[in-house]
């Protein structure tokens, strides 16, 4: 067994204060409130004509139940798992195997509502597919090719991953909801799903301590909350032993307490509002797990996790539109599990965070769908306050919000409207996670809908995350709304920064002033500064570039200041319109100063998530500002009304 040192940070202290205080041992506290859902015998919630389950949602999940009742389930293949390796092509195995999932979370729904044998049939037909898969792991995520020279799962040597967590839960779940039923119509299966959870999951995580989610080293992403939280429902659900429990939440509490410690106090998320409920979300709903299971809630007791509540509706630019900083989307799907965050933002006491949860809230609508995965939905279908929430107060639209952690500012004329222009604008450095080369980056939205843009992420393929990540364009630079200094873009790694950043935030104006120097790897680059403000009283937003260079005795090229912009653009000399997309409005962009010349690149979009948020194309003004060692540019926004 690999060891690890034991870990105390905020968490586990919280924890050890509130099992103390009780009067227990927190390395045996008692764990017996189980997992936070009824089981199925509990016909009060789960009788499908007056049980107190949602029962709109439980509807619209037998009709999509029935229609595939008889139909051959989505079958994951060799070949599939291995185009990753081959072509990069992760989609094909992780869509399979994504749609074999919750295939089986519908039925198991049908089955608690109705108790129906046919739908027990289907159950235990979907538990025992996953039982006999060859691998939970997802193939992108797999270190079968490193260690065993293979393309395909290796079946003795378990890698426990985001996919695995996800499968190990969900028959956690299962157990939980229908364990009785199944037990009395499928003899044996209960023990087949605990015989696989133990080998593929819970035994490779208490015996293999240097897991890289753990973060040990330090640097901790959102795979360490998502997989400790399932592993944590696992546990609970799955182990009958209670030292043999108590020994994996422990584990799981000291896990997840190196994610909390590096949440910065202002609650951001380095990897931005899209991971927001992959990351900081799911440690808050595994600690609500907890808090059930021990009946000691310590969320609350952390500040960090008290602030990061409010990281999405700060993120918030109007609509359905977010500030996507990282590896997100603009405009990013809409059935999130907003039901969690209503509930940490309740336990939290942040009304704001509590509003915009409900703002999301269609009455008589579904309160969740399968695709958040079984333990999600089941929580939001017996989440009573979460069905009664109301959406008439809306979305709090904060007119600041400025996070030192990551050096993001976000600002609008007027708190909770939407109207005129939004300015948002990072610092930061270029070793976040999920990074973009995207130091001084501006984002310009005009009615909550983005004209001055991030491009965000493409559909992830094996260069993501490869060595080769930064030659797709998406991730560059150049294609940011940022300088490009004599040819050369900013480069990956946390040394190449912004200095000297210093946000001024007041009645009249909100600015961000940085130095974009450390971002490029260039000796010559004394300073850039750049200063991107909103006037409250014009409504027209300005990013105004200084720069300092050594000479170059050599011919150099020209320095350029690139914008990104979505919608129709028009170009005439010093002068950019654009008209929004989502018939948000118009805006013009002007400039003066150092600048010999600009032109249009149309950036023809070809990849499905970046067309599904932008069209056919983005296209980029790039202003050429010359060779001269020093110089400025001011670029003003303003609407056209």
Not at 235 to 256: K, M, N, P, T, Y
Not at 328 to 353: F, I, N
Not at 355 to 380: I, N, Y
Not at 540 to 568: F, K, M, N, Q, Y
Request: glycine share 10%.
């Amino acid at each position: 067994m690999t060891t690890s040192p034991a870990f105390d940070g905020p968490l586990t202290r919280a924890w050890h204060a509130a099992v103390t205080a009780a009067g227990h041992d927190p390395a045996s506290a008692p764990l017996t409130g189980g997992l936070p859902v009824p089981t199925a015998e509990d016909r009060s919630v789960w009788d499908l004509a007056a049980g107190t389950a949602d029962i709109p949602t439980r509807h619209e999940l037998l009709a999509r139940a029935g229609a595939e009742r008889g139909t051959p389930w989505p079958q994951p293949t060799a070949h599939a798992f291995a185009r990753f390796f081959r072509d990069g092509d992760r989609l094909e195995y992780e869509g399979t195997v994504a749609a074999r999932q919750q295939r089986l979370t519908r039925a198991a729904v049908a089955a608690a509502s109705t108790l129906d044998p046919a739908w027990l049939d289907d159950v235990a037909d979907g538990v025992t597919l996953l039982c006999e898969q060859s691998t939970w792991c997802w193939a992108a995520h797999d270190d079968t090719r490193r260690r065993h020279g293979s393309v395909v799962p290796t079946v003795t040597d378990p890698f426990v991953d985001l996919g695995a967590g996800e499968v190990v839960a969900q028959l956690a779940w299962v157990d939980h909801l229908l364990g009785a039923r199944l037990d009395d119509r499928y003899p044996g299966l209960r023990r087949r799903v605990r015989h696989e959870a133990r080998v593929r999951v819970l035994e490779p995580f208490v015996r293999r301590r240097d897991w890289h989610w753990l973060g040990l080293d330090g640097d901790v992403h959102n795979w360490n909350p998502w997989i400790h939280g399932n592993v944590l429902v696992a546990a609970l659900g799955l182990l009958a032993d209670d030292s043999e429990r108590a020994d994996v939440v422990r584990l799981v509490v000291e896990g997840l307490d190196r994610y909390v410690a590096v949440l910065p106090d202002d609650g951001a998320v380095d990897e931005g509002y899209a991971y927001w409920w992959n990351g900081a979300c799911r440690a808050l709903e595994a600690l609500d797990v907890l808090g059930h299971a021990s009946g000691h809630r310590i969320a609350s007791r952390v500040p960090a996790l008290r602030a990061t509540v409010a990281f999405p509706h700060r993120m918030h630019l109007g609509a359905d539109w977010y500030l996507n900083l990282a590896d997100g989307q603009a405009r990013p799907p809409s059935d999130q599990p907003w039901h969690a965050l209503h509930r940490a933002a309740q336990e939290a006491g942040d009304q704001d965070a509590r509003r915009h949860a409900a703002a999301h809230r269609v009455p008589g609508g579904p309160v969740a769908t399968e695709r958040e995965g079984l333990g999600r939905l089941l929580r939001s279908l017996t989440d009573r306050a979460w069905s009664a929430a109301d959406p008439a107060a809306g979305s709090p639209l904060p007119r600041d919000t400025w996070l030192p952690s990551t050096e993001v500012l976000v600002a609008r004329a007027t708190e909770g409207s939407t109207h005129g222009l939004t300015l948002a604008v990072k610092g930061g450095h270029n070793g976040e996670h999920h990074n973009h080369n995207d130091v001084g980056s501006v984002v310009v939205a005009l009615g909550g809908v983005p004209v001055v843009v991030d491009a965000g992420r493409p559909t992830y393929t094996a260069q993501t995350f490869g060595p080769d990540r930064y030659e797709l364009w998406t991730m560059q630079s150049q294609w940011h709304t940022v300088p490009t200094v004599r040819g050369t873009g900013q480069s990956p790694g946390r040394r190449f920064g912004a200095r000297h950043t210093v946000a001024e935030v007041t009645g009249a104006r909100a600015a961000l002033h940085l130095d974009l120097a450390g971002a490029y790897d260039r000796p010559d680059v004394r300073h850039w500064w750049r200063t991107a403000g909103l006037d409250r009283t014009s409504g027209a937003v300005t990013i105004e570039d200084r720069w300092d260079l050594a000479p170059d005795p050599t011919p150099a090229p020209s320095s350029c200041v690139h914008v990104l912009l979505a919608g129709d653009v028009v170009l005439d000399g010093r002068r950019a319109v654009v008209t929004a997309l989502a018939g948000a409005g118009t805006v013009a962009l002007t400039w003066a100063g150092t600048a010999r010349g600009a032109h249009l690149e149309i950036r023809r979009l070809d990849d499905p998530m970046l067309g599904e948020v932008w069209g056919e194309r983005l296209t980029r003004l790039v202003i050429d500002v010359g060779d001269a060692p020093t110089g400025s540019l001011t670029m003003t926004v303003g609407e056209i009304r």
